[in-house]
Nanobody
């Protein structure tokens, strides 16, 4: 079992930056691939980024590539999402998710993750 708690969301102007933090409980954090998703009002939850269990591999949605950076600190049971050059279309609730080694779903799909946080709101004003 993994419990996830996101923080770091807020209101920022276009072009600004935010760093989201996801704190995980449990002794097996380092065995999970971690992902960030976001959900805008009236839209489905969408993949943003993922990072392998060791942190050696990272993956991004095309819409955030070059602007967002995912990272993790397994010693602190924490995963981060650094968001730069934010745009109004980045406004959404951002969710952290954990994917076990037994999950065969795509890492870009919500079905590919087993545990979810409660989300943190990011609002980018124009």
């Amino acid at each position: 079992q993994v419990q996830l708690v996101e923080s770091g969301g807020g209101l920022v102007q276009a072009g600004g930056s935010l760093r989201l933090v996801c704190a995980a409980s449990g002794r097996t954090f380092s065995s999970y691939t971690m992902g960030w998703f976001r959900q805008a009002p009236g839209k489905e939850r969408a993949y943003v980024a993922a990072i392998s269990s060791s942190g050696g591999s990272t993956f991004y949605a095309d819409s955030v590539k070059g602007r967002f950076t995912i990272s993790r600190d397994n010693a602190k049971n924490t995963v981060y999402l650094q968001m730069n050059s934010l745009k109004p279309q980045d406004t959404a609730v951002y969710y952290c998710a954990a994917r076990s080694a037994y999950n065969t779903g795509s890492y870009t799909s919500t079905l590919g993750y087993d545990y979810w946080g409660q989300g943190t709101q990011v609002t980018v004003s124009s």
